[in-house]
């Protein structure tokens, strides 16, 4: 019986490993690296930005789209990425909130300008969409090309 079981197991394992991919992300490359750069050392922001308003209308694509259009890129011409995420936090009154959000993170040389310019997003988003609060993690990163 337990031989049947761990045979079942392994076989489902082999239907549901190749759809979940791998959330391991490394920030260092290491000293053996073949690329023709030195690592530098920069900043990384990851901005959370809920998409509930309140009331329960979401923020769409489209003005998601626009906001990132008017808002960052323009802060941020050298790049960015945004990935579609999905949370929960509790609010000031201490209600537990379930959302949808936008993630994007942001590698840059620490200057005056960009934090500004970072601020500056983070209190557009929650002026226009009447959010409490976007999320703001900063770490040191190496980066190489």
């Known amino acids: 019986m337990n031989k049947n079981f761990n045979s079942l197991f ?41 998409l509930t308003k309140p009331g329960g209308e979401i923020v769409s694509e489209s003005e ?3 906001f990132v259009k008017e808002v960052i890129t323009p802060r941020f011409r050298e790049g960015l990425t945004v990935l579609d995420g999905s949370g929960q936090f509790l609010n000031s009154s ?5 959302e949808k959000s936008k ?9 005056p300008e960009k934090n500004r310019a970072i601020t500056e997003i983070i209190e557009t988003y929650k002026r226009t969409f009447q959010q409490e609060s ?5 770490s040191e990163v190496k980066i190489s090309f």
């Open 103 to 111: 993630i994007v993170i942001l590698i840059y040389e620490n200057t």
């Open 94 to 98: 201490g209600i537990l909130i379930r």
């Open 64 to 66: 998601w789209q626009e």
């Open 10 to 50: 392994l076989a489902g394992l082999l239907f549901i490993l190749p759809v979940c991919p791998p959330t391991i992300a490394h920030a260092q490359i290491s000293e053996t690296s073949d690329t023709n750069t030195s690592p530098k050392t920069l900043f990384k922001d990851e901005l959370y930005f809920g």
């Open 134 to 138: 976007v999320l703001r993690t900063t």
